[in-house]
């Protein structure tokens, strides 16, 4: 049966109207036929109410008593989940799975923290943060304690080994140190902030045996450090703030650039040759550092587990001067991938100080990204460089020895056995200097590698943060909230008074002179980080004139730079939320919605290079090598009246695609070609489409590089030419009639549910307006709230997301009541 479920009286006409359009249509929701939930907590009584998808709305006096439901709440929705997140924290996920994930949980051990190191980060923190994270595992174990009386299997989707149902009993107790190490994972993998170096010097080895003079050229170009032409979340020219001094940095060669006012990230002395010299490295010990820096068998072991193993993520805030209704909105949509269960879950908690809803982390308590009575809020992935690779240079007999300040000193050394399922144990040694966890030991050229992170044994200050924001009732509140913040993110907030904020957060490291960011840097003592640039300094910006606030993982500001990954250049999603955001006067919340449907199948890499190819078609120059066959000039014809969307069936797409990857082998492939000895995708994505702009656009690149690519032919010939390639490859692949060369955008799978199709979405989405008295919001949690397959609420949100619908916040927690 049909069920209005929005008590629309309490809504704003705008959102009133979303939800009418997008919900109303699939909101069949399941009977009510479950019972209010009542516990007791410290003497005090706690209520659970279970609206119609499923989402708990926890209510208790104090936030304690709040989180004690929480973790009851949740544990009964993702209970395996649960598990499986603390073990790959833990680094105990062989005990469940066996040899296969040896690796991985070694990585893990090596590059972690002891369980005495967590217990006293646990004590470190204020007391009211440890009460709640108590009573979060508490109620996690009384509702354990129930479901293992019962005696009876639980049907749990995608737990190892669980195919009949999983015995509860073999599921330990929760401890506040399991939330610690879920916390200091979840910081790290989605706002980490890079690490690259070694993967970098590798690079770097191979174009100095195979370039000679032009490897320092070809780096350069293939890392640059600062394209102003990339976009931004703070508007060009509103951003006021300046590092003193207009520090410079410097590439491998000693050549001083300017550096457009950043932070000293790396300022190269003049004169060093090759900068600050770590020495002799061998490739083969530098490779399999890299691997663990980069999580190599981490991640490949979560994607395994149907665990987090991306970052991502797109946010719009909208000032109330520019919103239809003058209301503040706000856009959350954090990208980590989609699994079954869901990554994410979404719950509420309503206490006398706090009233607060939306999506959080199966383990950790409370709201990461969501609303409260006040304010919105949510957050992306900041991709800043916190973390240095430190090359140690070891004592000639004595490997757990290292030189630093003119001493050997002994490294920290520890011993942890990781059990293993249907094998014998395994011993893993992890050791530390004083810049951090060893991620590998070069016997032959006497070095070691470590790992230095500017938020080290600080990720818990993350928790102080998040119940600053749920208590937060302005920009200035939420401001300082973000101040506490250690990893690298980007956080927006929007509010009743209209008002929207950005903050670009994390501790970034001060590095010494004679340092590049790119490369390793010396742990002798004398390239040590000077400290970490104030929060005040931080890019961030409050109610921009133009109206809004936009960032789908971009640069913060243009005198921003790059670490030692060129995330950011011409070519980068964000600009066309930025493009779209900024042609309507008014924005409504139906217009966001728009938004993240467009920006769903759009192709952001067309976005730049379209234009340019566009261009060389219709000019045709009169050049020999830049005449275009028959077939090819067809092709040329789906590519001018094509919008730069990849959807299903578009002939453009399929001709686009081919084009760009033809222009990439004609102009990298002789330079960079080694690269493919790690797969052609890892070619494709180190010879970014922002490069390919820098070489196209030639002396107009707001990026010069310093390598001849085009070897004296015009760049309309480059693109003409691979097109006559493109078209020639996709004949002989797909036949002669071009109409057939249909794009297949693919799935989202959510086994064993039926899948949806796919599209650069969300994995948890949320739209709020910040009107007065209520602010009020719509999300979609796809396939839904519960783990398991018998739940009403395994796979309730699967269609609606399907269909960009969306159900309502309901931030009032007498809600409907509805069984799990």
Not at 18 to 29: E, F, H, K
Not at 153 to 158: G, T, Y
């Amino acid at each position: 049966m049909l069920r209005n479920q929005l008590q629309e009286d309490h809504l704003s006409m705008l959102i009133r109207a979303l939800l009418i359009a997008l919900l109303i249509p699939l909101a069949v929701g399941p009977a009510d036929d479950g019972a209010r939930v009542s516990l007791t907590y410290g003497g005090e009584t706690i209520t659970i109410v279970r609206d119609a998808y499923g989402v708990p709305h926890v209510s208790a006096r104090t936030l304690a008593a709040a989180a004690f439901g929480n973790g009851y709440a949740i544990a009964e929705d993702r209970i395996g989940q649960m598990d499986l997140n603390r073990r790959a924290a833990r680094g105990e996920m062989a005990e469940l799975v066996g040899a296969s994930a040896v690796a991985a949980d070694r990585e893990t051990r090596i590059d972690g923290y002891s369980e005495a190191e967590r217990q006293a980060q646990f004590e470190r923190l204020p007391a009211d943060l440890r009460a709640i994270m108590q009573a979060y595992a508490d109620g996690v174990n009384a509702y354990l304690k129930e479901a293992q009386a019962s005696g009876k299997k639980r049907m749990v989707a995608n737990y190892p080994g669980a195919a009949d149902g999983l015995d509860l009993t073999t599921i330990q107790p929760w401890k506040v140190t399991d939330t610690v190490a879920i916390g200091q994972m979840m910081a790290r993998r989605f706002g980490g902030g890079e690490g690259g170096e070694l993967r970098n010097q590798l690079i770097l080895t191979f174009l100095k045996n195979a370039h000679k003079g032009d490897a320092y050229k070809l780096f350069n170009d293939a890392l640059w450090r600062n394209d102003p032409a990339s976009p931004t979340t703070i508007p060009p020219g509103e951003d006021g703030r300046k590092w003193p001094g207009q520090p410079h940095w410097a590439d491998p060669t000693g050549k001083v650039i300017a550096s457009g006012g950043s932070p000293s990230l790396g300022s190269h002395l003049p004169g060093r040759g090759h900068g600050a010299d770590v020495g002799p490295m061998n490739p083969i010990a530098l490779a399999r550092a890299a691997d663990v820096a980069d999580q190599k068998e981490r991640l490949a072991l979560a994607e395994r587990m149907g665990l987090m193993t991306k970052w991502g993520s797109y946010c719009m805030a909208v000032a109330g001067s520019k919103s239809a209704t003058g209301n503040a909105l706000l856009v959350g949509g954090p990208q980590m991938g989609f699994r079954t269960p869901q990554i994410a879950h979404e719950v509420h908690l309503k206490t006398d100080d706090v009233n607060v809803i939306g999506m959080g982390f199966p383990g950790i308590p409370g709201v990461l990204i969501g609303h409260n009575a006040y304010l919105a809020w949510s957050t992306t992935t900041g991709v800043n460089d916190q973390t240095d690779i430190f090359v140690e240079t070891l004592h000639p007999t004595n490997s757990r020895q290292y030189r630093f300040k003119g001493q050997w000193r002994t490294m920290d050394e520890r011993t942890e056995t990781i059990a293993v399922r249907g094998g014998e144990p395994v011993q893993v040694t992890c050791l530390r200097t004083v810049h951090g966890p060893v991620v590998q030991v070069d016997e032959k050229a006497r070095k070691a590698y470590a790992r230095m992170s500017s938020y080290w044994q600080k990720e818990l200050d993350t928790f102080s943060a998040i119940a600053a924001m749920a208590r937060a009732r302005t920009v200035a509140d939420f401001g300082k909230a973000c101040s506490l913040i250690p990893t690298s993110h980007n956080w927006f907030c929007a509010t009743q008074d209209g008002d929207i904020g950005f903050w670009f957060c994390g501790l970034t490291p001060l590095r010494a002179p004679g340092v590049d960011p790119r490369l390793p840097t010396p742990g002798e003592g004398d390239h040590e980080w000077r400290g970490f640039l104030p929060f005040a300094h931080m890019p961030s910006i409050v109610n921009p004139k133009q109206g809004f606030v936009a960032n789908w993982n971009n640069k913060p500001a243009v005198w921003w730079d790059n670490g030692d990954t060129p995330a950011w250049g011409e070519v980068f999603h964000n600009g066309r939320i930025a493009q779209l955001l900024a042609r309507k006067p008014r924005i409504t919340p139906q217009d966001l919605r728009d938004i993240i449907v467009d920006i769903g199948t759009y192709d952001y890499n067309a976005h730049v290079l379209l234009p340019m190819l566009r261009s060389a078609l219709v000019q045709r120059i009169n050049l020999p090598d830049a005449r275009l066959t028959g077939p090819a000039r067809k092709a040329g014809d789906y590519l001018l009246h094509w919008d730069g969307h990849a959807k299903d069936g578009s002939v453009a797409k399929v001709i686009f695609d081919a084009w760009l990857n033809e222009v990439r082998e004609d102009l990298f492939n002789k330079p960079f070609g080694f690269i493919k000895l790690q797969g052609q995708g890892m070619f494709s994505m180190a010879m970014q489409p922002s490069l390919i702009v820098h070489v196209l656009k030639d002396k107009r690149s707001s990026v010069p590089v310093q390598y001849d690519y085009l070897k004296g032919r015009h760049p309309n010939a480059v693109m003409l030419q691979a097109l006559n390639r493109a078209v020639e490859k996709l004949t002989k692949e797909r036949g002669a009639d071009m109409a057939l060369w249909r794009f297949s955008r693919g799935t989202i799978n959510f086994s064993p549910l039926p899948p949806i199709p796919s599209t650069d979405r969300g994995t948890y989405i949320q739209i709020v307006e910040c009107g007065k008295p209520n602010v009020r919001g719509v999300s979609i949690l796809p396939p839904g709230q519960s783990e398991r397959p018998d739940s009403p609420h395994f796979g309730d949100q699967r269609e609606l997301a399907g269909w960009f619908f969306f159900k309502e916040m309901k931030a009032d927690a007498g809600a409907s009541v509805s069984s799990q």
